[in-house]
């Protein structure tokens, strides 16, 4: 990988589970040191006494968050924190030269005004904002390269538009007949202690949340809508599903060419990611498990089409911290380094 010099990075929000991720992976990425670990409530506790099976490698105590001391020691600096606090941090950081990646939802969103219906908030970094650039690699690769600031989608709208984007840039469905029906594990609701997430109300149990509402929707939109050309709403209901990771998005939209097969299908796909390293097209009939994406950045897409209804049906699986969050986060760092796209991202996972 030839001789890098080793960028100094800190990650906020550290003891989460976006923050653990990001630990973990850049402990084992050539191209970074971890400096610095940031939080609220955590802050003054061994990371050790946080997480132990990380102690033999991780020797940083979690720091309350100052971010003139943080810019002092970090040249690019991970946000992994609740909705409404990156919006908070990041015009100071950049302005003292950090490159900033946001996990959070703060800087997904082009048009403010849509982040407060459904966020809240009182905005006042107007320009901070404007230079956002929305951290999928495989739809804006080039413009990542450039960035400062990269506000990374999360894990239900990264697999969702990863299954949409091929059908949908090349006009091939109609888009507003797309309906998303995504399931997540408990780990897609992050470390804090909630009702629902008890081992006795998650366990045994599938359930629909956000129905018509799930802030999602408006992210997905807005990238729809770039990708199609033109205004797009879809249908995306999430699940809760009882597992810990993984995330499946299976998708539906009638295709304008009923002559379409799975065999054409499967060659788009293949041509629209050839150039996307952490893409997998599935073969003909072979469909996607969640399992097979744990513990890796990668996404696993099958296809199939309905001759009877001329539907597409596309399935995409990912690990939700991983390629929905953590992972993302440092293949758009990779990019904006110059480095390796796939530079210290696991491709392999664990399965079976
Ligand atoms: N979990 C997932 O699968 C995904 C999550 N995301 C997004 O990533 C972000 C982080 O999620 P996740 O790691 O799951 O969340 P967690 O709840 O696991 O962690 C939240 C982190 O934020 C810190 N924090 C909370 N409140 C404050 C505050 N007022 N000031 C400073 N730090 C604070 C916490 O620190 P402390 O413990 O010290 O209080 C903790 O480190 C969220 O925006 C989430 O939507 C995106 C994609 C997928
Ligand atoms: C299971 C669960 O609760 N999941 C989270 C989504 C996690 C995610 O996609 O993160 P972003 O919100 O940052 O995009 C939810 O539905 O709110």
């Excluded at 946001?102 to 230079?131: C, H, I, P």
């Excluded at 956000?210 to 995306?236: K, T």
């Excluded at 001759?307 to 440092?330: C, E, F, H, W, Y």
Aim: with cysteine; charged share 20%.
């Amino acid at each position: 990988m030839g001789d890098l010099g080793r960028l100094p990075v800190g990650i906020i929000g550290a003891s989460g589970y976006g923050g653990v991720q990001l630990v973990r992976l850049l402990m084992d990425h050539p191209g970074v040191e971890v400096v610095y670990l940031g939080g609220d409530s955590s802050a003054g506790k061994a990371y050790s006494e946080l997480y132990p099976h990380l102690g033999h490698c991780v020797d940083l105590t979690i720091e309350p968050i100052d971010l003139d001391l943080v810019a002092s020691r970090c040249q690019a600096v991970f946000l992994s924190l609740p909705n409404g606090l990156a919006y908070q941090m990041a015009p100071t950081l950049l302005a003292k030269g950090c490159k900033v990646l946001d996990l959070s939802a703060d800087y997904r969103f082009k048009n403010l005004e849509t982040y407060k219906v459904w966020y809240g908030g009182d905005r006042q970094d107007q320009e901070t904002s404007a230079l956002a650039v929305y951290g999928l690699p495989e739809l804006y690769r080039d413009r990542i390269a450039e960035a400062q600031l990269v506000g990374c989608p999360g894990c239900y709208v990264t697999t969702s538009l990863l299954a949409l984007a091929p059908l949908l840039k090349q006009g091939l469905i109609v888009p507003e007949t797309a309906i998303i029906d995504a399931k997540s594990g408990t780990s897609g609701a992050g470390r804090t202690a909630k009702t629902n997430l008890l081992l006795s109300e998650a366990d045994n149990s599938l359930a629909p949340y956000g129905v018509a509402r799930h802030r999602h929707i408006p992210e997905i939109e807005q990238i729809c809508s770039d990708l199609a050309g033109h205004e797009v709403m879809v249908q995306f209901t999430p699940h809760l599903i009882p597992m810990v990771r993984g995330l499946l998005a299976t998708v539906y939209a009638t295709l304008r060419d009923p002559g379409l097969v799975r065999e054409d299908l499967i060659t788009i796909y293949s041509a629209f990611y050839r150039a996307s390293p952490f893409i997998r097209i599935l073969p003909a009939g072979t469909y996607p498990q969640t399992k097979w994406a744990c513990g890796t950045n990668v996404c696993y897409i099958g296809v199939e089409v309905d001759p009877r209804t001329d539907r597409a049906i596309i399935m995409s699986v990912t690990d939700n911290l991983i390629k929905g969050q953590a992972g993302q986060a440092i293949q758009c760092l990779n990019l904006m380094m110059g480095w390796e796209e796939t530079l210290g991202l696991p491709q392999l996972g664990f399965y079976p």
